[in-house]
């Protein structure tokens, strides 16, 4: 594999169109008939469901009660156009009490389906019985070069959530940049910052609304990471997270 000079890597980070990447959206699912997502690749997509006391992944037509799914993938769209998207609704609010299985059902689907980044716009407190069950996935998907874009606290990027205070993860908190610039947090569990601040996003309904939060801030950044791959394809998480820690502002 050849590894890009700083310049390429930059170029490709500004130019890259996301084409070749699969991008899985772990969250509330996605209104894919919104006219934002017009020219969108939409790969078939999964819901993470409890039936007869099991819980399974199971194909699905993607809605989104909430709009946060369609806010975060409106965004990589935006910003990685040529990307194949594949919702993953693990954010149902009819699993809120098997939250932590349901993420862990949700990578395993996307990861057997082709997906090299997760973006998880999502963050479950530091309680210590919950950090097993991320790590085991964070670290599959790590092994396997897929990259986990994850959110921060909208709190405190200090305050310790899973998955993103894991470092096997890019993650990521909310700061007032354009869309194309980043920051490399050193010295913090939570590395980067990106546009996360008064973001324009599409809503369900066929509107748009502008928010706020670190989710969208994550958004940004997986969009950011498939430009990259999408010009460099095959690269680590280890190496694509040294390059934007040498190219942030």
Excluded at 18 to 44: M, N, Q, R, T, Y
Excluded at 123 to 132: E, R
Excluded at 155 to 167: C, D, I, K, V
């Amino acid at each position: 594999m050849k590894l890009p000079t700083r310049n390429e890597a930059r170029q490709a980070i500004q130019d890259g169109k996301g084409e070749g990447v699969v991008i899985a959206i772990l969250d509330s699912g996605i209104e894919e008939k919104h006219p934002h997502f017009d020219e969108c690749c939409f790969l078939k997509g999964y819901e993470v469901v409890a039936m007869d006391g099991k819980v399974d992944a199971l194909e699905s037509e993607s809605i989104d009660e909430v709009g946060h799914g369609t806010a975060v993938a409106g965004i990589i769209h935006s910003m990685a156009p040529r990307a194949r998207l594949m919702s993953v609704k693990v954010l149902a609010g009819g699993m809120r009490r098997q939250h932590h299985e349901a993420v862990r059902l949700g990578v395993q689907k996307a990861l057997s389906e082709g997906a090299i980044v997760l973006n998880c716009s999502f963050g479950v407190p530091g309680a210590s019985y919950s950090l097993p069950g991320y790590k085991s996935w964070t670290d599959e998907a790590f092994r396997n070069d897929c990259h986990v874009v994850s959110a921060s606290s909208n709190t405190s990027a200090e305050l310790p959530e899973w998955p993103g205070h894991l470092l096997t993860t890019h993650s990521v908190t909310a700061a007032d940049f354009e869309e194309d610039v980043w920051e490399y947090r050193s010295g913090h569990q939570v590395a980067f910052g990106a546009k996360g601040v008064d973001v324009k996003v599409p809503c369900p309904g066929g509107g748009y609304a502008s928010l706020t939060g670190s989710s969208f801030a994550a958004a940004h950044f997986s969009g950011l990471v498939a430009r990259l791959l999408s010009v460099f394809p095959k690269m680590s998480p280890s190496l694509v997270r040294d390059i934007f820690r040498s190219l942030a502002k």
